[in-house]
């Protein structure tokens, strides 16, 4: 069985989208790594379409958990929080969040949105004691950490890589196989919409300060 394993979507709809026209003629079903709200708009929409995906397993990431309970909201960056407050404002389906599990299981991989809270990379130092998926750094990578595995599929909707670009993951039940994966999709229908909807200066700039480098690296 094929499973289409991505995260960090951020309530970004066109790079949903993209993503999942791009598995759906491979794809049996799905795991969700956290991460679906906040920063984008589409935050009901994003969860609705995640959750009616085949045989999806979620789990919670921390903006997930932010927008279940705001009380250490002001430990975020001032950019965070001015993002929380114009996204949050249209939000309705908490009922689709308040019991999202820390944890799932996926063959040998134990599957969270980060492991300790950390943010972590490919070069980090972290302790494990079995096989992960994690997501929460929005970089894609395969590393091997005391002969265990730590994949994480990058991000759908906002790869700090390149902000032009979806990430994900393939994973093939029968061989243990892991395909990392890279799409490009129309972050600029993205702006065009946070501009539209007049989000907060800071939120915009972000944005595009992402899509000037991504154009860099081109």
Partial sequence: ????????????????????????????SYLCLGDIVN????????LERIVAMPGIQIVAGNH???????SELEEESSVVQEFYHASR?????LDLLRDLP???KLGPF???????????FADSEVYVDSDYLIGHSHWQYSIWCDGWRIINPGSVGQNRDRIDMIDYALYDTDSDQMSLKRIAYDVGAFIAELRTRKW????????????????RRR
């Fill in 110 to 120: 134990r599957c969270s949105h980060t492991i300790g809270g950390q943010r972590i």
């Fill in 102 to 104: 820390d944890e799932a």
């Fill in 64 to 70: 997930d958990r932010l927008f279940v309970d705001d």
């Fill in 1 to 28: 069985m094929i499973v289409a394993v991505f995260s960090d979507i951020h309530a970004n709809l066109p790079a949903l989208e993209a993503f999942e026209v791009a598995v759906r003629d491979v794809a049996e």
């Fill in 39 to 46: 920063y984008g708009p589409w935050n009901d929409e994003c």
């Fill in 200 to 215: 907060p200066a800071p939120c915009l700039a972000y944005y595009e300060r992402k899509l000037a480098e991504a154009e």
């Fill in 89 to 93: 404002a249209s939000f309705t389906r």
